[in-house]
C-alpha cells in the first residue's frame, strides 16, 4: 500500500496517533501521565546541585530538573518548559529556554529575529514569507522561526497561526510572577500529529482504526527485542536502565560483505525501529564484524539517514571496543515490552 497514512485512535486507554509510509509504521506518538515535552510551569527555583550543574525547581506537579543555575537564586520565580520525558526514578527535565511550536510557525522569545526554514529555499517564496512575518509581528520584541511546512500553505493560515503564537508567547512570558502553576499543557498525540506530520496524507480518525489497518499488529511486532533487516540480517534493540543496546547480526549471511551488507542495513532502518519503540537516551551499537576502512561509508549513511528524523540525536562515535555510540532526546514514550 503506497503512500502516507495519518491514523488517530486510542491505544490500550491512551490517545494515540500513528503514520503509516507505503504500509509501514513509520511514527507512533502515546499519550503519558507525565507531562508532554512543550508544557509550561511557573516555578520556584529550590537549590542548585553543583555536582550535577543544574538546580532542582518546583512545579505545581512536582520536582524538575533545570541544567542552569548562573542568575537563579533559591525561592525566585521562573518560567520553564518541559524538555522531554525523565528516566525512571527521575524529575522531569525543563528549560528556560521556552519555544511556542504551531504547524507553521514557532515563536522564541528568548531569541529575537524573523527566520525562515532552511528547506524553503525558494526566494521569492521566502520574500514572501519574510514580509508576512514583519506584517504580523509587527514591532514584537519576541523572535519567530517560519516553519518548512509553510512552503504548502495559504498565506491566511500562516498569518492565523503567527498571530495565534505570538499571542500566547506575549500571554505567558508577562505572567512569571506568583505562586507554582502550570500554564501551558504539552501537545497530546493528535495534536502533536497534525503539528509534525505536516506533508500530505489521507488522515483517518475512525474508532478502532489501529486494528483495522494493522497498526496493532505493527506494534506488537515492535514490542519484540528481533527487528528483520533487508537482506536476512537482523537486529536485537533491547532497553536497558543505563541505555539501549542494539545488536547487528548477518543471520545466515556467511560471505565476506555479509557484516558490511547487515551494518549498512541498520544504518537505513534503525532512525524508524527507534521511533516507533520510543527508544532514546544513550544508545550503543554492536555492529557485525566489518574492516576499519568501512567505518567511515557507515557513518555517512547513519548520519544521512538520522538528518531525516524529527528526533533530535547526537551522533557520538566509536569506542575503543569498536562500538559506535548515540545520544537520543527523549520525546517519545517507550513501548512496553512484549511480555
Same mark, same amino acid.
Given at each position: 500500500?503506497?503512500?502516507?497514512?495519518?491514523?488517530?485512535?486510542?491505544?490500550?486507554?491512551?490517545?494515540?496517533?500513528?503514520?503509516?509510509?507505503?504500509?509501514?509504521?513509520?511514527?507512533?506518538?502515546?499519550?503519558?501521565?507525565?507531562?508532554?515535552?512543550?508544557?509550561?510551569?511557573?516555578?520556584?527555583?529550590?537549590?542548585?546541585?553543583?555536582?550535577?550543574?543544574?538546580?532542582?525547581?518546583?512545579?505545581?506537579?512536582?520536582?524538575?530538573?533545570?541544567?542552569?543555575?548562573?542568575?537563579?537564586?533559591?525561592?525566585? &520565580?521562573?518560567?520553564?518548559?518541559?524538555?522531554?520525558?525523565?528516566?525512571?526514578?527521575?524529575?522531569?527535565?525543563?528549560?528556560?529556554?521556552?519555544?511556542?511550536?504551531?504547524?507553521?510557525?514557532?515563536?522564541?522569545?528568548?531569541?529575537?529575529?524573523?527566520?525562515?526554514?532552511?528547506?524553503?529555499?525558494?526566494?521569492?517564496?521566502?520574500?514572501?514569507?519574510?514580509?508576512?512575518?514583519?506584517?504580523?509581528?509587527?514591532?514584537?520584541?519576541?523572535?519567530?522561526?517560519?516553519?518548512?511546512?509553510?512552503?504548502?500553505?495559504?498565506?491566511?493560515?500562516?498569518?492565523?497561526?503567527?498571530?495565534?503564537?505570538?499571542?500566547?508567547?506575549?500571554?505567558?512570558?508577562?505572567?512569571?510572577?506568583?505562586?507554582?502553576?502550570?500554564?501551558?499543557?504539552?501537545?497530546?498525540?493528535?495534536?502533536?500529529?497534525?503539528?509534525?506530520?505536516?506533508?500530505?496524507?489521507?488522515?483517518?480518525?475512525?474508532?478502532?482504526?489501529?486494528?483495522?489497518?494493522?497498526?496493532?499488529?505493527?506494534?506488537?511486532?515492535?514490542?519484540?527485542?528481533?527487528?528483520?533487516?533487508?537482506?536476512?540480517?537482523?537486529?536485537?534493540?533491547? &532497553?536497558?536502565?543505563?541505555?539501549?543496546?542494539?545488536?547487528?547480526?548477518?543471520?545466515?549471511?556467511?560471505?565476506?560483505?555479509?557484516?558490511?551488507?547487515?551494518?549498512?542495513?541498520?544504518?537505513?532502518?534503525?532512525?524508524?525501529?527507534?521511533?516507533?519503540?520510543?527508544?532514546?537516551?544513550?544508545?550503543?551499537?554492536?555492529?557485525?564484524?566489518?574492516?576499519?576502512?568501512?567505518?567511515?561509508?557507515?557513518?555517512?549513511?547513519?548520519?544521512?539517514?538520522?538528518?531525516?528524523? &524529527?528526533?533530535?540525536?547526537?551522533?557520538?562515535?566509536?569506542?575503543?571496543?569498536?562500538?559506535?555510540?548515540?545520544?537520543?532526546?527523549?520525546?517519545?514514550?517507550?513501548? &512496553?515490552?512484549?511480555?
Amino acid at each position: 500500500m503506497k503512500g502516507r497514512t495519518i491514523l488517530l485512535d486510542m491505544f490500550e486507554g491512551r490517545e494515540a496517533a500513528a503514520l503509516v509510509v507505503d504500509g509501514q509504521l513509520d511514527d507512533l506518538l502515546i499519550a503519558s501521565d507525565a507531562p508532554a515535552p512543550g508544557t509550561i510551569y511557573r516555578a520556584r527555583a529550590d537549590r542548585p546541585v553543583k555536582g550535577q550543574g543544574g538546580m532542582f525547581v518546583t512545579t505545581s506537579e512536582g520536582p524538575a530538573f533545570l541544567r542552569q543555575t548562573k542568575g537563579l537564586a533559591p525561592g525566585a &520565580p521562573l518560567l520553564v518548559q518541559v524538555s522531554g520525558y525523565a528516566e525512571p526514578g527521575k524529575a522531569m527535565p525543563v528549560t528556560t529556554r521556552l519555544l511556542f511550536k504551531s504547524r507553521y510557525a514557532i515563536a522564541t522569545p528568548d531569541a529575537p529575529g524573523l527566520n525562515i526554514s532552511r528547506q524553503i529555499r525558494d526566494d521569492d517564496l521566502r520574500d514572501e514569507l519574510q514580509g508576512l512575518a514583519r506584517e504580523v509581528m509587527g514591532d514584537s520584541d519576541h523572535g519567530l522561526i517560519l516553519r518548512s511546512s509553510c512552503a504548502n500553505a495559504h498565506p491566511d493560515d500562516i498569518a492565523e497561526d503567527v498571530t495565534r503564537m505570538a499571542e500566547l508567547a506575549l500571554a505567558v512570558m508577562g505572567d512569571a510572577e506568583g505562586d507554582p502553576e502550570k500554564l501551558v499543557d504539552g501537545d497530546t498525540p493528535h495534536t502533536l500529529a497534525w503539528r509534525e506530520w505536516t506533508d500530505a496524507a489521507d488522515v483517518v480518525t475512525d474508532t478502532g482504526c489501529f486494528e483495522h489497518q494493522g497498526v496493532l499488529d505493527a506494534i506488537d511486532a515492535a514490542r519484540q527485542a528481533h527487528h528483520p533487516l533487508p537482506g536476512g540480517g537482523h537486529l536485537f534493540i533491547e &532497553p536497558t536502565r543505563a541505555l539501549v543496546a542494539v545488536d547487528v547480526n548477518t543471520g545466515r549471511d556467511t560471505s565476506l560483505a555479509a557484516g558490511h551488507k547487515a551494518n549498512m542495513a541498520c544504518a537505513r532502518v534503525l532512525p524508524r525501529a527507534l521511533r516507533v519503540r520510543g527508544l532514546s537516551g544513550q544508545i550503543t551499537l554492536d555492529l557485525a564484524p566489518m574492516a576499519k576502512k568501512e567505518r567511515r561509508g557507515f557513518e555517512t549513511a547513519l548520519r544521512a539517514t538520522f538528518r531525516a528524523d &524529527p528526533v533530535e540525536t547526537a551522533l557520538a562515535g566509536w569506542t575503543p571496543l569498536g562500538h559506535y555510540e548515540l545520544q537520543r532526546k527523549r520525546d517519545r514514550v517507550p513501548l &512496553p515490552a512484549a511480555r
